[in-house]
């Protein structure tokens, strides 16, 4: 691993949007002290600066032309074409879907976009149909980096260095190629993600304003995902993939392994509990006892799935012994309901106990 120069521009992004989201972060809080939860937010602008500081060192400590033909090409992805995609869509809105149209202006404000949240939301509350459906969709865009990640790898390596051999054309091994991938589209994904939250988020400065430029699309679809303290912070993609970023240098079966313990299983918690959860623990709690199961059996199946999938050197009682402790981590996190966010402590937490074991096993 070495710090190649030409990685420079996406570290210093990264910092910047960091502090950029520690700035929105404590504007929110003194506008919204009780929606907001601070200590997420910190958390996170930490998790910008330490993915910025470690980008670099993801790559071999060579300087082939491959590796940096291919570091040139992914920093312009994500320093130059993220951020121009964000400025055309927004000029898009501006000087073409705006354009003479004062009235929809008006009606793109957050106080617009709360109405159609109560309209939509408000009556809903305890429609059991309708919280499956709400709570489907938002594990389906938890799902995605997950899916993404294994995707991009098994492409690398039984198509790209096995199946086309491109690794003797290109000078990159297929787990070269693949991290090269999976960084290149995780930076990009929350580059974009992030920008358009510090749009959404815009409306607590009163002077700087650009709410109106999101598109009706994003803001349809944000109505029918948000959970409602999450008008107030920054969407859930960008966080997760930030937190799964350190985690890239474990064996791949276990960053695997946890960014599904991170989306299937606590999507199967969440909708098993929604679906069938009668028993409530606490009582006071929206958690029911069979999410709790059902959580912790899908994090140990797909724990088990990821690692025999990636790691084949690992013996069957070493896979289980690393699956059980990932699911326990998993169930202990959803028992203590922390105000910190779960997608940032089941990413860290789970791939702690599962490299431990697979140290000393």
């Known amino acids: ?182 960084l290149m589209i995780g930076y990009t994904g929350v580059i974009i993600f992030a920008a358009l939250d510090f749009v959404r988020l815009s409306y607590i400065f009163e002077n700087s304003n650009v709410y109106h430029l999101l598109p009706d699309c994003l803001s349809n679809m944000l109505i029918k995902a948000l959970k409602r303290n999450e008008n107030y912070e920054f969407t859930k993609n960008a966080v997760l993939i930030l937190s799964l970023v350190p985690l890239l240098f474990l064996p791949f079966g276990i960053f695997t392994a946890v960014a599904l313990i991170t989306s299937i299983g606590d999507g199967v918690a969440s909708i098993m509990g929604v679906s069938f959860g009668r028993y409530h623990f606490p009582k006071s709690s929206g958690k029911t006892i069979i999410g709790y199961v059902s959580g912790f059996f899908a994090s140990f199946g797909v724990s088990v799935f990821a690692l025999w999938l990636f790691e084949t050197d690992i013996v069957p009682c070493k896979m289980i012994v690393m699956s059980l402790s990932g699911a326990f981590v998993f169930l202990s996190i959803d028992l203590l309901s922390l105000k910190i966010d779960d997608n940032i402590l089941n990413p860290i937490f789970c791939a702690l106990i599962m490299t431990f074991f697979f140290i000393i096993l």
């Open 1 to 182: 691993m070495v710090f190649y120069l030409i990685t420079l521009p996406i570290t210093i992004l990264f910092i910047a949007l960091g502090f950029g989201h520690l700035y929105f972060s404590i504007r929110l809080k003194k506008k919204f002290p009780k929606e907001h939860i601070f200590i997420n937010s910190f958390i996170i602008f930490v998790l910008w600066i330490i993915s910025g500081i470690l980008y670099p060192f993801f790559f071999p400590s060579n300087t082939r032309e491959a590796i940096n033909f291919h570091q040139s090409f992914s920093m312009s992805i994500i320093c130059l074409f993220a951020p121009l995609l964000v400025f055309l869509v927004l000029l898009y809105q501006s000087k073409v879907v705006l354009k003479d149209k004062p009235e929809l202006r008006e009606n793109r404000t957050i106080e617009q976009f709360l109405k159609k949240y109560n309209l939509v939301n408000g009556d809903q509350i305890h429609n059991k149909s309708y919280t499956l459906r709400t709570d489907f969709r938002r594990k389906i865009f938890h799902l995605l980096p997950g899916l993404v990640i294994i995707i991009l790898w098994i492409f690398a390596i039984d198509v790209w260095d096995g199946l086309w051999n491109a690794d003797e054309i290109y000078g990159l091994s297929g787990k070269e190629y693949g991290m090269f991938l999976i």
